[in-house]
């Protein structure tokens, strides 16, 4: 049997009309099929991401934000990773019981740690006793890690969030996504870039033209 194989590549803040500077982009959108997106409220990365995993509102599966209050615990918790938050059923769920040898990708999408994808990869910095910070990736199976490590080096951690936030992130996540496309061969990625979000926050809807 011929196997489909499908990548979602999800760059927020990608608008119809950024795409037309984007050749590499316009070019896939012109030999498949672009259409424009309705979103959700709150149309933030959690919440969205949530719901193209579910294919529900907000108010079903739960992801109300970014970060939310935790009645249990009477915190406030910002970029939680456990899959276990999102409520209902997702497409690595439906796909499974459609065809049992799925196999499914989960890269940096939002909600990998503890997923039902077949493989994942997402940050997750180690915080040694003397506070330090240091950047690394959390996978499954565990074995990707040292793979991915040894090959592309270290995940550039501070240049996926925060003011150092840039493309050197998002090259790194896709040559990840090129590794595991070509020897694990999933069925179905789901692959997050996250550079013109930040790039929009800093410039506004459209980048300044360059001197």
Known sequence: MVRHRTL????VGLSGRLLRTAPELSRLAAAGKSVPLR???PAVTCS???TMLTGAPVAE????GNGWYHRETAEVRFWCQSNALIHGEQIWHAAKRRDP????????WWFNMYSPADIGVTPRPMYPADGRK????YTHPAALRERLNASLGTFPLFQFWG????IVSSNWIAACTREVLRNDQPDLAMVYLPPLDYEAQR???MPPKPP
């Not at 003011?163 to 840039?166: D, V």
């Open 101 to 108: 040898d799925f196999r499914g990708a989960n890269l940096f």
């Open 61 to 64: 599966h739960g992801v109300v």
């Open 48 to 50: 969205v991401q949530a």
């Open 203 to 205: 410039f506004g809807p």
């Open 8 to 11: 979602v590549v999800n760059v």
């Open 134 to 137: 240091i950047p690394d990736v």
């Open 163 to 166: 003011p150092g936030a840039s």
């Open 39 to 41: 979103t959700v409220t």
